[in-house]
């Protein structure tokens, strides 16, 4: 994706310049079975004329081929801490060493929280088991876990199989209790929506919730009323004395960052934030992964350093580039994009175009793609940027919904929004990549029980490289 000729000596002005065009996306993998494919069922005349017209590729976007274990699916922030399996990487890792340290040596008290998954996108299972075990090791008398829900990256009611795999391991190990359920669309979110992540801080805080003596039985009965593992109000198991108090310790095991920097901030610095909540004083917090390059929390696991990523090397080079997305996925163009790091490079502008503000995106289905690709065709004709990428968010964000009438209608309006970009490309001579991160919309349905299908897929995506003829 160069944008200007590699491998010369030097650059200047007089030297021929191709500038690129890429657009990420999100969500759209490829797939020869109609049913459930809202690819497939959705107008994608503009990507189909692309395909057939210029050059097209087909790519592994899961499993070996991205760096994570074989059958995982992939997802837009792939290889963090993927490698991260044997307790000797927690017990021995100096900040869970010293978390742990800190709750046995002060009031004896631990609260683990993440989502109980093990999907792989944000966080897994095994990890929080291990912790229980570390934490065991240690000699932590209380050790109290607040689980959120999943049903995105995992089928929408699967919880009860992970409440059942943590039951048996808390068991065996002597250690640890789940006194805390509640869904991500609460404890998880990311677009600055507080009221949701003040419902699952207050439940943590105060027991806010329904109370109930059996997670299973009560997290069916959420079922019963269909409510989704996403979705679950917070269910509440243990006592008052289970609750945060002042001075308790607290650890975060998602590694992914994007999702946990709101709740993590209302206990870390509930004072500089836009809404009110009762936060316990003295608390030591530490998380997984850094949450936030400018926060001082313990991190068991800093980053590991990426160097020369695109976004480096086209700054490098001198190369103007833009980066847009709407909310949802801004981080992704930012962030993730730039090797999990907040910098902004030289050369370098962001725009963030805002995602509409409903409950859930199926009520919404083409969310902001066309003001992202409306964006887009004004900064091509502006010519400024060498390079300009983007994120299309309906394939992915709709895909989670695992409502399928929405998702073909995302999938429609993507295809509406890329012919915007295709003719402004054409126009002023932009070379155009279109690719995907991962699949989802291509499987809305799970064949094997005909529920709906949420979570991303291991099949493969595609990849257009489109030139002005």
């Not at 699952?200 to 039985?217: C, I, R, S």
């Not at 609750?243 to 901030?265: G, L």
């Not at 402004?424 to 709906?452: F, R, S, W």
């Amino acid at each position: 994706m160069s944008a200007r000729t590699a491998g010369s000596p030097e650059h200047d002005s007089k030297k021929q310049k191709t500038s690129v065009k890429s657009n990420v996306h999100d969500g759209w993998g490829l797939s020869d079975e109609e049913k459930g494919n809202a690819i497939y069922h959705g107008t994608t005349t503009n990507m189909d004329h692309i395909r057939d017209k210029h050059n097209f590729a087909k790519l592994d976007a899961s499993g070996l081929a991205v760096g994570l274990k074989e059958g995982l699916m992939g997802n837009s922030e792939v290889g963090t801490l993927s490698a991260l399996t044997s307790n000797d990487d927690f017990k021995n890792q100096p900040a869970i060493v010293d978390c742990l340290k800190h709750a046995k040596d002060t009031n004896g008290r631990l609260h683990l929280m993440g989502l109980l998954s093990d999907g792989g996108v944000h966080s897994h299972i095994n990890h929080l088991i291990a912790l229980i075990r570390a934490a065991k090791e240690q000699g932590v008398p209380h050790v109290y876990i607040h689980a959120f829900g999943d049903g995105r990256d995992t089928a929408p009611k699967s919880a009860t199989k992970y409440v059942k795999q943590l039951q048996d391991a808390i068991k065996e190990i002597g250690c640890g209790e789940l006194v805390t359920f509640v869904g991500r669309y609460y404890a998880m979110d990311r677009d600055k929506r507080w009221d949701r992540v003040k419902v699952a801080v207050d439940a943590l805080v105060k027991g806010d919730g329904t109370k109930a003596d059996d997670p299973v039985k009560a997290i069916e009965d959420c079922y019963a009323k269909d409510e989704t593992d996403e979705f679950i109000k917070p269910l509440i198991f243990g006592d008052d004395s289970t609750r945060v108090k002042d001075n308790d310790t607290i650890f975060t095991f998602n590694y992914r960052s994007d999702r946990m920097r709101e709740i993590v901030s209302l206990f870390a610095f509930p004072d500089d934030l836009p809404i009110e909540v009762d936060i316990p004083n003295g608390l030591y917090i530490t998380t997984m992964s850094r949450y936030n390059p400018e926060w001082t929390l313990p991190v068991a696991f800093p980053p590991v350093s990426m160097d020369n990523v695109l976004a480096e090397w086209l700054a490098k080079e001198g190369v103007s580039q833009a980066h847009v997305a709407e909310t949802e996925k801004y981080a992704h163009v930012t962030f993730f994009f730039n090797g999990g790091v907040e910098k902004q490079y030289a050369g370098e502008e962001r725009f963030m175009i805002p995602s509409p503000k409903v409950a859930t995106y199926d009520k919404q289905p083409e969310m902001s793609a066309q003001g992202v690709a409306d964006k887009v065709a004004e900064l091509i004709k502006e010519d400024k940027f060498d390079f300009v990428m983007c994120n299309f968010a309906p394939p992915d964000m709709v895909g989670h919904t695992g409502v399928y009438d929405a998702a073909v209608k995302a999938i429609t309006a993507t295809d509406a929004a890329v012919k915007t970009i295709y003719d402004a490309c054409e126009e002023k001579g932009y070379v155009l990549c279109i690719t995907a991160d991962h699949g989802n919309a291509e499987q809305m349905i799970d064949l094997k029980t005909g529920q709906p299908h949420t979570a991303h897929t291991t099949k493969m995506t595609g990849h257009s490289l489109a030139t002005k003829e």
